[in-house]
């Protein structure tokens, strides 16, 4: 069974590369999603977020007629889904579930327009089970239609598990050159996901069952976090006991087999500031350091923030005629890591709204990445960085992209999260 229309199911950060790599190969490729902004701009051939390289290929492949988005699935022989999997809102210090309820939604859009023979692989990142969970709801919307649950090999539809890794900044290439773990509910679903996945990926597509394909991605991103929190927690000592943590973990990795990452001011994005959660909640009892570890690095902001209330005392200490009013804060960086306009989940994003709301003077944000902050940022103002070099009292680096790494203000006190100044 040849795979020749392909539909990619949510058109972020991940589904638009991927849809547009399906597309570049000369594919037929329908992207589905449900924001009509992200519509309207793929059809324009143009491309409603950032990354590198993208918008030649999008603008390519639509202009050729390879690509076209729509709201509302059409049949076609692969669906691959890749929409958000967030965790639902919980109370402060209890464990937060995740929320299907985006796959689900993927789920029921596409079911009335499975037929035989098609094959759907589910990349977003997902809790162990969430697989079986796709393949219950098609089978429980779709009953003239066989699953692999029951039907294994001889399923009519194969379902999969295929996460993906991608940097973004550098998706274009990754999705051709990473590995991919491909984690088939049969042999068959495997198989065919494999050579779908080999249309463009250059890289091993490694075959294995889906549970262990959703567990390799959230090991993947835990194992990131808890040697995250290393770093942090030693950033949170060293501070303590007046010790420089860069010039340390810099003496520490010259030891052959040590490599400490570098610390910040907490862990952010889609990925890593959640993936742990999903094996947190699914075995509470067994997964003790990597919840100490999301603990760890959840309580980093709170402590740039405490920082932050520090150096206002000791502004107004030094000058004794100001008041708080009189002091002026410039965040550097936004989003959750370095040079890319991500916001979500961002630890900078955070501790900035979080200094707005306590500070009675002015607060300014600096991020070379976007042109309008967002708007629960409320009456912060977004300035350049010569701007706040020159005018704040108190600097405070969030995020290192690489202009800020051109320079260092030469005047305010400075709190440097990044070790960058
Ligand atoms: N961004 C990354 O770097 C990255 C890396 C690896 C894995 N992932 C995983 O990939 C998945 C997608 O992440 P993303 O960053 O692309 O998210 P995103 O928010 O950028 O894109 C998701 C898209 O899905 C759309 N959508 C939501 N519900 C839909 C529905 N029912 N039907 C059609 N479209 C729908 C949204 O409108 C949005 O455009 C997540 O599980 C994420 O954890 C992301």
Redo the contacts with the bound molecule.
């Keep these: 069974m040849s795979v020749e229309t392909i539909s990619v199911?949510?058109?972020?950060?991940?589904?638009l590369p991927t849809a547009a790599m399906f597309a570049s190969r000369k594919k037929k490729v329908i992207g589905?999603?449900?924001?009509q902004h992200?519509v309207d701009t793929i059809n324009q051939g143009k491309i409603h977020?950032v990354e590198p390289d993208l918008d030649m290929i999008v603008h390519a492949a639509v202009s050729e007629g390879y690509l076209k988005a729509v709201l509302k699935p059409e049949p076609a022989d692969a669906f691959l889904i890749?929409?958000?999997?967030p965790f639902l809102p919980c109370d402060e210090g209890d464990v937060p579930e995740p929320d299907l309820s985006?796959i689900k939604?993927?789920c029921e859009?596409i079911a009335p327009v499975l037929k035989k023979g098609d094959l759907v692989i589910l990349?977003?990142?997902?809790p162990v089970g969430a697989t079986e969970q796709v393949a219950a709801w098609l089978a429980e919307a779709r009953t003239d239609l066989t699953f692999p649950q029951v039907a294994g090999e001889n399923a009519d539809v194969n379902v999969a598990h295929c996460?993906?890794?991608?940097?973004?900044g550098h998706v274009v290439r990754e999705l051709v050159e990473n590995d991919r773990v491909i984690g088939g509910m049969s042999s068959r679903c495997s198989e065919r996901s494999v050579e779908l996945y080999k249309t463009f990926v250059q890289g091993d597509c490694v075959i294995t069952n889906a549970r262990t394909a959703e567990m390799a991605k959230l090991t993947e991103n835990s194992c990131r976090d808890v040697q995250i929190a290393f770093a942090n927690e030693l950033s949170v000592i060293c501070d303590k006991l007046d010790i420089n943590v860069w010039e340390l973990i810099s003496l520490a990795n010259r030891h052959p087999r040590i490599n400490i990452l570098q610390p910040g001011p907490g862990v952010g994005?889609?990925?890593i500031a959640?993936?742990p959660w999903f094996i947190v909640s699914k075995t509470p009892e067994q997964a003790q350091l990597i919840h100490t570890a999301r603990k760890v690095n959840d309580a980093k902001p709170e402590w740039v923030i405490d920082k932050v209330k520090l150096a206002i005392a000791d502004f107004l200490q030094a000058n004794p005629t100001k008041t708080a009013k009189d002091v002026t804060i410039a965040c550097y960086g936004l989003a959750f890591k370095p040079d890319i306009d991500d916001l979500r989940e961002s630890p900078a994003l955070s501790i900035t709204k979080r200094i707005a709301e306590m500070h009675s003077g002015t607060v300014v944000a600096v991020e070379p990445n976007i042109e309008t902050l967002p708007l629960s940022l409320g009456h912060i103002e977004l300035v350049t960085t010569e701007f706040a070099f020159s005018n704040a009292n108190i600097q405070v680096m969030l995020v290192d992209h690489k202009q800020f790494k051109e320079s260092q203000p030469q005047q305010g006190l400075l709190i440097d999260s990044k070790g960058i100044w």
């Design positions: 199911i949510g058109l972020g950060y991940i589904g589905v999603d449900v924001n992200a977020i890749a929409v958000p999997t985006y939604s993927a859009g990349e977003s990142t997902s996460p993906e890794r991608v940097l973004p994005g889609h990925c959640v993936d």
